[in-house]
């Protein structure tokens, strides 16, 4: 069975400092990871995926996640972070073959300080 | 493109009545997956269908829960009779193909049963 783990049920960062959301994962045969992010009363919104190719993966509103296949890890990070980045974000996984469930995570409250 | 919609957006019952929600999927996906998130727990998944036929409806929790998606494109999710333990928000996303596509999530239906 695939499965994720998102240690921090919250992480609080300073505007404009670097911020990090970690996520692990177990699957079986080459995973399909994603992250997703919602915001209140809304439903989740794509943020970046990786399928295959470079381990450091970029997507929307400026933030990257790294695949690190030895620890099992796809950590979303940003730079630099806003405000306006406070929000709900969840690991997903899947794997390659066919047709594939998507199994999330628990999810990260992300609260970014002004 | 629309996206995903589902309807209502809330709902209140009482224990032991019935209620039907609805997922509209964006136009052409195959993909159409039923997933749950009791309050601070993961979004769980509860089925998969590609076009009208169920892919996977392992996550279904009991007999009392039946989905259903008509010609491939939109699909119902009935609950009956409902349990206080059905309570929570229900999310409906789509896709295209085949694994590694990003899904398209609907803002849900918050089921409350009282």
């Known amino acids: 069975a695939q499965s994720v783990a998102q240690p921090e049920d919250q992480v609080n960062v300073a505007e404009g400092n670097p911020l990090t959301v970690k996520c692990t994962y177990s699957?079986?045969?080459?995973?399909?990871l994603f992250w997703y992010v919602q915001y209140p009363n809304r439903g989740l919104q794509f943020l970046l995926k990786?399928?295959?190719?470079?381990?450091l993966v970029k997507g929307s509103y400026g933030f990257e996640a790294e695949f690190n296949k030895s620890q099992t890890s796809f950590h979303l990070k940003k730079p630099s972070a806003l405000v306006s980045d406070s929000a709900l974000y969840f690991c997903?996984?899947?794997?390659?073959?066919?047709?594939?469930?998507?199994?999330f995570g628990i999810g990260t409250k992300l609260q970014v300080i002004p | 493109e629309a996206g995903v919609t589902q309807f209502p957006s809330h709902s209140v019952i009482e224990k032991g009545q019935t209620v039907t929600l609805r997922c509209d999927p964006i136009?052409?996906?195959?993909?159409l997956y039923w997933y749950r998130r009791v309050m601070g727990k993961e979004i769980k998944f509860l089925l998969h269908?590609?076009?009208?036929?169920?892919?996977?409806e392992s996550g279904m929790p009991n007999n009392r829960f039946l989905a259903e998606r008509t010609g491939g494109t939109y699909s119902t999710l009935k609950v009956q009779p409902a349990e206080l333990e059905d309570s929570g928000v229900y999310f409906c996303?789509?896709?295209?193909?085949?694994?590694?596509?990003?899904?398209?999530f609907g803002n849900g239906t918050r089921l409350t049963v009282t």
């Open positions: 136009s052409g996906h195959d993909n």
């Open positions: 996303a789509s896709s295209p193909g085949q694994g590694g596509s990003p899904l398209h």
């Open positions: 699957v079986s045969g080459n995973p399909y």
């Open positions: 269908f590609v076009k009208e036929s169920k892919q996977d």
């Open positions: 997903a996984v899947s794997h390659s073959g066919g047709y594939q469930k998507v199994t």
């Open positions: 990786y399928i295959t190719g470079d381990n």
